[in-house]
């Protein structure tokens, strides 16, 4: 038996690993494929295989945001200014929030339609409680975000007990909780905030001291970097792949670019906006509730294959319920954010486009809208694509009948680019 | 030939099963040894599915006994005949498409270090379960999608295999495989098998149980239609008990004093 190591067959990896152990005949690794060369020439010839394969991810959106910003900059040089962009930063977390939520529903592969009227019942308990019944603000936060997540949790219950289709469970909830809104706003239909109080800081609060800003950024690098590279030196230390430090560093080197970048805007204005940070520490909590859970891993699993996760052992009732919880949770952050904004709770929360763009943002950052696909800085993406059309038009005084037809062609473009990916992928092996 | 025990790590006596008017399984008697492979063979409708469901606890059965290592054991849940150390291989492979190789692998029984994922020793078990299964695949970390249906299915197998089960049920897993395919499949079935599980394949593939299998359990019509030795039976010999082309008075017969006998002896 010769050992012929340029053989690229099974049978030449066999008697290469031969000469190794008899016992471990074979290699559990098919030598034909996924081998990635190290270096720059790696990752484009990785980039080339996966634009081949349709796995595209994120990439579309992002060069999207890129030529949006070329786009209006060249239009109005205001557009990259410190204060647009800080506006930006504080504008999107209300409708971002609830696209989070949104996320989780779409990785099931279900649909939440009363997340916008869900966000503006749950602004208009806290206004009631706070305003009307005098009770302490951060209670009246605490209950109307726990009330989000009971009527999400209800939902789920009509979907994933009683086996009723998630679309129309919700479209009722969409009537019903905005009814149930205006009923409680009452005859005059809008509630002043106190805008120094704790809702009202939402969205005005700013960390003026320079340092927060940078502060926050060294600790998101240092943070990715160590965790990236001691996850490296475990897998190494066990023998199984891992990146090359040069991998590690770049991602590192692109993200603090991205950090600092994002934090010296901020502080030519007013300083680290509390709303963005609040939005970070949600994208982050959840992208490791949903990546580094076995929770996460049973919401993925329902996405794939509901029949799977059964005979998994996964239960899948309460999975199902608790991810409408999240989602409804998160329409009542959302929705408190934007009454923030607002500084009131009043009967037009909740209605008009903000349950499409909440959706539209999920779909358009890159969740599959078929289940079982994205990660919810897919929110964070999106919702900045929708909300910086809507300020450079703003800018160029472009009137709103525009700035639906544009965030229409927007969505339209990413769900083409969608189902053209699933369409590629199918044929590359990878649906 | 491997060595095989002398007491069955499985053993159904007298086994039957009704479903409201229909008698699915009559008096069945089956015996699996530890490093044996038994074929399960028989028509559509010959009973195999309902056989297997309730060794697995799927179905529990009416009547009859099942012994595990030589104990009367009761199997009325799925979540009793994996404690005994049972694994099932379902026909559709119960698989998530967008989860990778690990994932799959470990759902629903995930390691965890301080309540977080410890991909890293997900990883590496997988790796060294698909080594000493030789199961090649082309990368552990890719979502199961993006592998042959032969590869799936080992998947599938290797998965069955990490609760250490002393019996192991494949359903049909060459069915809709090509013939590279099977041939991996069959391949890991011989290594199951030396390793010294039990296995028991149910296959309408005549070629396939010839191929792997030491002995062929043959239903007909729900109850037992014959147990052959695979090296010393004929093809022909299988197929006509199958089809019940030897379902006459005079083998009827034999087959119940034979049966009897061989009871009798042990």
């Avoid at chain 1, 098919?30 to 190290?38: C, F, N, T």
């Avoid at chain 1, 160590?226 to 023998?239: K, M, P, Y």
């Avoid at chain 1, 964070?380 to 037809?405: C, N």
């Avoid at chain 2, 002393?166 to 013939?179: F, R, S, W």
Wanted: aromatic letters at 6%; charged letters at 15%; proline letters at 2%.
């Amino acid at each position: 038996m010769s050992v012929d190591k340029t053989s690229a067959t099974p049978q030449g990896a066999n008697t290469v690993e031969n000469t190794e152990a008899a016992a471990a005949a074979v290699t559990a690794v098919d030598p034909r494929l996924l081998v990635r060369e190290q270096g720059l020439a790696g990752y484009f010839g990785e980039f080339k295989r996966k634009l081949k394969a349709g796995e595209l991810g994120s990439m579309p959106v992002v060069i999207g945001l890129i030529a949006i910003c070329v786009i209006f900059q060249s239009l109005n040089s205001n557009f990259l200014s410190a204060q647009n962009i800080s506006d930006i930063s504080v504008t999107m977390v209300g409708t971002g929030m609830i696209s989070v939520g949104i996320v989780f529903v779409l990785l099931l592969g279900e649909i939440d339609l009363s997340v916008g009227s869900v966000s503006g019942a749950s602004s208009a308990i806290a206004a009631v409680l706070a305003v009307n019944q005098g009770w302490p603000e951060w209670a009246a936060v605490l209950l109307a975000v726990v009330a989000g997540a009971v009527i999400g949790a209800l939902h789920g219950f009509f979907f994933a007990v009683l086996g009723a289709p998630a679309f129309a469970v919700t479209l009722a909830g969409l009537l019903f909780w905005l009814g149930f809104m205006l009923k409680i706003l009452g005859e005059n239909g809008t509630i002043n905030l106190d805008s120094d109080g704790l809702i009202g800081k939402l969205t005005t609060y700013f960390f003026s001291d320079v340092a927060a800003a940078y502060l926050l950024a060294a600790v998101v690098v240092a943070v990715f970097f160590l965790t990236s590279f001691l996850g490296n030196r475990r897998r190494e230390a066990v023998g199984i792949p891992s990146r090359p430090l040069s991998d590690t560093l770049m991602r590192t080197v692109l993200l603090a670019v991205v950090a600092f970048a994002a934090a010296a805007m901020y502080n030519q204005y007013k300083g680290l906006p509390l709303a963005t940070l609040i939005f970070l520490v949600f994208l982050i909590g959840t992208d490791f509730l949903l990546r580094r859970t076995s929770y996460g891993r049973k919401v993925f699993a329902l996405g794939g294959s509901v029949e799977a996760s059964r005979r998994a052992g996964i239960n899948v009732t309460a999975v199902r319920i608790s991810v409408f919880a999240i989602s409804g949770g998160f329409a009542a952050v959302g929705g408190l954010f934007l009454a923030s904004k607002i500084a009131s709770a009043n009967q037009s929360a909740g209605t008009g486009d903000l349950l499409m763009n909440a959706i539209a943002a999920a779909v358009i950052g890159g969740t599959s809208l078929f289940g079982g696909r994205g990660r919810t800085w897919n929110a964070l993406l999106g919702v900045l694509v929708i909300v910086s059309i809507q300020y450079g038009l703003q800018l160029e005084s472009i009137a709103e009948p525009v700035k639906y037809m544009i965030t229409a062609a927007v969505l339209l473009t990413t769900v083409v680019i969608d189902s053209i990916t699933r369409k590629t992928q199918k044929t590359a092996g990878r649906a | 030939m491997v060595h095989v025990s002398a007491t069955p790590v499985l053993a159904l006596r007298g086994v039957s099963k009704r479903f409201g008017a229909v008698q699915a399984l009559t008096d069945v008697e089956l015996e699996v040894h530890a490093g044996e492979v038994v074929a399960l063979v028989g028509d559509n409708g010959a009973g195999k599915s309902t056989l297997v469901k309730t060794i697995a606890g799927v179905h529990p059965i009416d009547e009859g006994v099942i012994e595990w290592d030589g104990d009367a054991v009761q199997i009325n849940r799925p979540h009793d005949a994996q404690s005994l150390g049972i694994a099932t291989v379902y026909q559709d492979l119960a698989l998530c498409d967008n989860i990778d190789v690990v994932g799959n692998l470990f759902l629903g029984r995930e390691l965890k270090k301080w309540g977080v994922l410890d991909e890293v020793e997900m990883e590496r078990r997988a790796q060294e379960l698909l080594r000493t299964l030789s199961i090649r695949i082309p990368s552990v970390r890719i979502p199961i999608a993006s592998l042959s249906g032969g590869q799936r299915q080992t998947v599938a197998i290797a998965r069955s295999m990490l609760g250490e089960p002393k019996l192991v049920i494949l359903d049909e897993p060459t069915a809709a495989l090509g013939v590279e395919q099977t041939a991996q499949v069959l391949d890991l079935v011989e290594r199951l098998r030396e390793r010294g599980h039990a296995v028991i394949l149910i296959s309408h593939n005549m070629a396939d149980v010839k191929a792997v299998a030491d002995k062929v359990a043959v239903l007909r019509l729900g109850q037992n239609n014959g147990v052959f030795e695979v090296k010393t039976t004929s093809q022909e010999e299988i197929i006509s008990a199958i089809t019940g082309a030897t379902d006459n008075a005079v083998t009827r017969r034999a087959a119940r004093t034979t049966s009897t006998n061989g009871e009798a002896s042990q």
